[in-house]
């Protein structure tokens, strides 16, 4: 006698019309539950040019970075033979004297590169000098060279 086996094939197919449902569904209630604000931005009042310099202004620390990234403190008084951070530390203890918290006034040309801005800020802050002002040239004169 034959016996025949029959194999049962069950037909594994994963239905993908309620998950594609689904998705859709979900992409609907984000669009229409989602708002799109503007997001507000930072106004920053900067400050004008003024020829009038004050008091504190003529009694500060004016640290110059021209264009190239070189410094000069006080106005090309004490123009600096490079541009190491050590240098710049040296040349401000100097120039702060007695003075234990001196106010610092950092004045960068436009083009100036960032690191150099960073670098000043870095030697008034190893050097505890916490009183800092900025100020922004359109054109600071090349710093010369001896």
Do not use: C, W
């Amino acid at each position: 006698m034959k016996l025949r086996r029959y194999k049962i094939h069950d037909d594994f197919r994963v239905n993908l019309t309620p998950l594609i449902d689904t998705v859709f569904l979900l992409l609907i209630f984000f669009m229409m539950t989602t708002t799109f604000n503007r997001e507000t931005q930072l106004k920053i009042n900067l400050p004008e040019v003024n020829n009038e310099k004050s008091v504190e202004q003529q009694q500060s620390i004016r640290i110059i970075i021209d264009e190239h990234g070189e410094y000069a403190i006080n106005d090309f008084e004490h123009t600096l033979i490079n541009s190491k951070l050590d240098t710049l530390k040296l040349a401000l203890k100097k120039a702060a004297g007695e003075k234990t918290d001196p106010s610092l006034l950092i004045s960068a040309d436009k083009n100036a590169p960032h690191y150099a801005v960073v670098k000043a800020m870095e030697a008034a802050r190893d050097l505890g000098f916490m009183k800092l002002s900025f100020e922004a040239q359109q054109n600071v004169e090349a710093i010369p060279y001896p």
